[in-house]
């Protein structure tokens, strides 16, 4: 049976960064996200009894040794649950290019947990997908469930599950995507995972984060948008800031990334209302009503530190697109 799923990938507002368990990827903090439908991963899995080892194509390349050992353990891990041995023959295409230091784990890991868990004959509920998604990368546990999600950070692999808060037509907002830099990022998120505990900052990072949780879940239910975009801005750099401060230090901002990050903060002071968040990398994702996308993508165009603009507005989870017997 060849089973393909399509996952989408997601912006988090507030940050999964360290993990609790990193066998596991239990986070010290619960994290808010919403998926994006312009940027997602679509694979397809067949395990096949001729296969004498695992084949794992992407992008239409065949993986590198790196990729394809985070591949063929999530695989393995699928292989245990379902009870089977035959190996896997996976193809995942991106749809947006790997040098634009767009992270491929979330949308990756969710469509190849539906994906796989299909193809080797089980039937798992959605929230049994966003722990076998989380056990890839934590982030691509908040890429199953539909529109904004919450990952509940729990104690252990049954409690720390993902699920949706709102439905993705909920709120007319929009991720607009500022590639600035081309290339691949330099410390993996896994990496800088590790290195938090480093940071003197990181204690009182987690002991703000249950009031920060509520008041942004409040700010989205009411769908005010300047709250909820004060908070998702404080946390881009509160999470930043403690990367900056691990040990050794984890810098993904480039000169681009500031130059973007003050330009929001000039229109927004003259009235053009956006909020700015980055993940872990030189990216910036521009947060603002569905209004206002049209001109903010304007002006980006005009700014010669951009190199592209993709922008995402809310979509449903990872699904299943087709089973071939
Ligand atoms: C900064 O989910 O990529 O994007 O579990 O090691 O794959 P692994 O980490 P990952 O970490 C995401 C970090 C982040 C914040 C976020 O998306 O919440």
């Known amino acids: 049976m060849k089973v393909t799923a ?3 990938s997601n912006i988090a507002f507030i940050k ?37 080892e695992d084949e794992v194509v992407i992008n239409d390349q065949a993986a590198s040794e790196k990729e394809k050992q985070r591949v063929v353990k999530h695989l393995q891990l ?46 798992l509920s959605p929230t049994a997908l966003t722990r076998l998604a989380r056990r890839g990368s934590g982030s691509a546990s908040r890429s199953i469930s539909n529109g904004f999600v919450e990952w509940i950070k729990g104690t252990s ?22 590639i600035t830099t081309l290339g691949e990022k330099q410390i993996s998120s896994t990496e800088g995972h590790d290195r938090v505990v480093s940071s003197p900052f990181y204690k009182a990072r987690i002991l703000g984060m249950p009031e920060k949780i509520r008041e942004i879940k409040s700010a989205i239910l009411k769908r005010n948008f300047t709250n909820f975009g004060n908070i998702l801005e404080e946390e881009a750099i509160n999470m930043h800031s403690v990367m900056m401060t ?74 299943v697109l087709e089973v071939e017997k």
Not at 19 to 38: E, G, Q
Request: glycine letters at 6%; charged letters at 15%.
């Open 6 to 8: 399509i996952a989408p």
């Open 16 to 52: 999964f960064w360290g993990k609790r368990n990193s066998v596991l990827n239990i986070p010290y903090n619960n994290s808010i996200s919403m998926n994006l439908d312009s940027v997602s991963t679509t694979t397809s899995v067949e395990f096949l009894s001729e296969l004498i």
């Open 78 to 123: 699928i292989r245990e649950m379902a009870g089977i041995r035959l190996f896997a023959k996976v193809i995942s295409e991106n749809n947006f290019p790997k040098s634009a230091g767009i992270a491929s784990s979330a949308s990756g890991f969710a469509a190849l947990s539906v994906a796989g868990a299909r193809a080797a004959g089980m039937r």
């Open 157 to 178: 692999d049954a409690t720390s599950v993902a699920k949706s808060i709102h439905s993705p037509s909920h709120w007319a907002i929009a991720d607009v995507i500022v």
């Open 246 to 319: 691990s040990m050794p230090p984890v810098l993904y901002w480039s000169p681009q990334t500031v130059e973007v990050m003050r330009a929001v903060w000039d229109w927004r002071s003259a009235g053009l209302e956006s909020f700015f968040t980055m993940d872990a990398g030189p990216n910036v994702h521009i947060i603002c009503e569905e209004k206002n996308v049209q001109l903010i993508h304007q002006r980006l165009m005009n700014m010669s530190c951009v190199q592209k603009v993709l922008v995402g507005r809310p979509s449903v989870g990872a699904r």
